[in-house]
């Protein structure tokens, strides 16, 4: 079979992987969103669908008030003796735990923490023996990719922390993964930070403790040096096997608006690359790049959503709330949000009344109809506080209007406002590669509110780790319904920009 790269589209940066059961599990990072770490399921590898995230409960996750970018950093997940384990980092408190769940269906455990610092931790369970490994600094306070053995029962260390690899001399060595694959334990890794040179590299040695001998041709695997090209940034991988043998990364990877312009707003998606052996080594990709396109043994179909209502997307699995919402402002119904505005609105890093999906491809239609009692209640395209376009109802002493506000870092402008003939309205988004058109259909008369650039959003302006989410919102003590809710994606077909 054929399949296209990125296999998962959208802000799912830091994909971990593993198999169980005859089926994939992927978990990826939220930063700041909640519910936390998205999960995945897959018969294949290529189709992987949501069904639900790991981190649903507030003990298990502490995000009040934390940074943009701050709180749930890059995940791993495992299965061992019939058991799922996922164990990250909260950025923000410093502190890095493992849940887990004998039912992947179903909750997960409360947090296990363990005492190693740094970020990316992983696990590997080697026999009796567990490894915790993260990057960070190890108990004689050196630097690099950092392990401990731990108590999986209680998450106590059972050894000091040892710095055990300094990589291939790029900076960020980071996302650490530990395997024991035969007779060697393989060490792989992401450096040159998660931007354009961002990369994968791996040493092997015959102990868990190192040294490891490098791999001569690292990296591995990136795409830095291919241009013009769009699929950029890859780096921050899992190698998995599967059933039949055959072995793949998955990483994360971003795609550029245009090849000629270096910025991205989508986020970091997953992209899965083959891997081949020989004498003990693997290889990645396409001479360590990472393709569009590839040929696989499967007889199976890519296949892909591309048309979102709230009656086909279940609100507790791929909606995301900003921080810990008050779920007293949400009434979610089959066909109907009504959200309850609060005064916190959306330049704050606080709980505004948002609840959004993430955007999954350039070429979209998002339509919405919106009806408001006071206040402002609409749709934003999300970045973080900082930047973002709002489109909205809201209401101007006796009347209503529709609205376009273009926030991008200190210039907080209102593009548009149009008078409506009711407090209801249909609110349209279209967007491409290099922007989005934002349109009001006030009792079947369309006008155009105005454009908003993509490359504002992107992560080169904005910085930090997100990607664009679309979020309905409410702000005032008011009351938004929202109904008639349609996002429709065309395949972008990024390879004849
Ligand atoms: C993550 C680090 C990285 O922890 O970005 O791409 C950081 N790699 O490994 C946040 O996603």
């Known amino acids: 079979m054929k399949y296209v790269n990125p296999i998962i589209k959208g802000f799912y940066p830091d994909p971990s992987v593993c198999y169980a059961n005859g089926k994939y599990y992927l978990v990826c990072s939220s930063f700041q969103y909640f519910p936390g770490v998205p999960l995945f399921e897959s018969d294949d590898l290529v189709n992987f669908k949501q069904i639900g995230n790991v981190l649903t409960r507030k003990s298990q996750v502490e995000l009040d008030k934390i940074n943009s970018s701050g709180g749930v950093f890059a995940p791993t997940i495992r299965y061992n003796n019939e058991r799922f384990y996922m164990v990250t980092t909260n950025d923000t408190t410093h502190k890095n735990f493992y849940v887990y769940t004998d039912d992947i269906y179903g909750e997960w455990s409360e947090p296990v923490y363990v005492d190693q610092g740094g970020i990316d931790p992983s696990l590997l369970f080697d026999g009796e ?267 101007n002493g006796e009347y209503y209007e529709a609205v376009l506000k273009l926030n991008i870092g200190d210039i907080k402008h209102i593009q548009n406002a149009v008078r409506l003939s009711d407090n209801k309205a249909q609110l349209v988004i279209k967007s491409d590669n290099f922007g989005y058109s934002f349109m009001v259909n006030d009792n079947g008369t369309t006008t155009s509110l105005g454009y908003g650039s993509a490359k504002y959003l992107s992560s080169e302006v904005s910085g930090g780790f997100t990607g664009v989410v679309l979020g309905l919102y409410a702000i005032g003590n008011n009351t938004a319904e929202f109904t008639d809710f349609t996002i429709n994606y065309t395949d972008s077909n990024e390879r004849e920009i």
């Not at 209680?154 to 960020?172: A, D, M, P, V």
């Not at 505005?341 to 239609?365: H, N, S, V, W, Y």
């Open 129 to 395: 023996k567990v490894y915790f490994t993260s990057n960070g600094t190890d108990d004689d306070g050196e630097g690099g990719v950092c392990q401990c053995e731990i108590d999986i029962k209680t998450g106590k260390k059972l050894s000091r922390t040892k710095c055990i690899w300094k990589g291939s001399g790029g900076r960020y060595l980071e996302s650490p993964h530990l395997y024991k694959i035969g007779e060697y334990y393989y060490l792989m890794a992401a450096e040159g930070g998660t931007e354009y040179g961002h990369m994968i590299t791996y040493g092997r040695s015959d102990s868990p403790w190192g040294p490891f001998e490098n791999y001569s041709k690292n990296p591995v695997l990136t795409n830095r040096n291919k241009a013009p090209y769009i699929i950029q940034g890859i780096g921050h991988g899992d190698l998995i096997e599967t059933p039949d043998g055959d072995w793949f990364i998955l990483s994360l990877g971003f795609r550029q608006i245009h090849h000629w312009q270096p910025y991205h707003h989508l986020g970091r998606e997953v992209f899965l690359t083959p891997v081949k052996w020989k004498d003990g080594w693997f290889t990645a990709g396409n001479d360590g790049t990472t393709e569009f396109e590839y040929e696989i043994t499967g007889d199976f179909a890519q296949t892909r959503k591309t048309s979102y209502t709230f009656e086909n997307t279940p609100w507790d699995i791929e909606w995301l709330y900003l921080r810990h919402p008050k779920k007293e402002n949400y009434t979610l119904l089959p066909h109907k949000a009504i959200l309850n505005g609060t005064e916190i609105t959306l330049d704050m890093a606080d709980t505004p009344t948002f609840i959004g999906l993430r955007q999954r491809d350039f070429k979209m239609d998002l339509s919405v109809s919106v009806e408001i009692d006071s206040g402002e209640g609409g749709v934003t395209v999300y970045m973080c506080e900082n930047e973002h376009y709002d489109i909205a109802i809201k209401k």
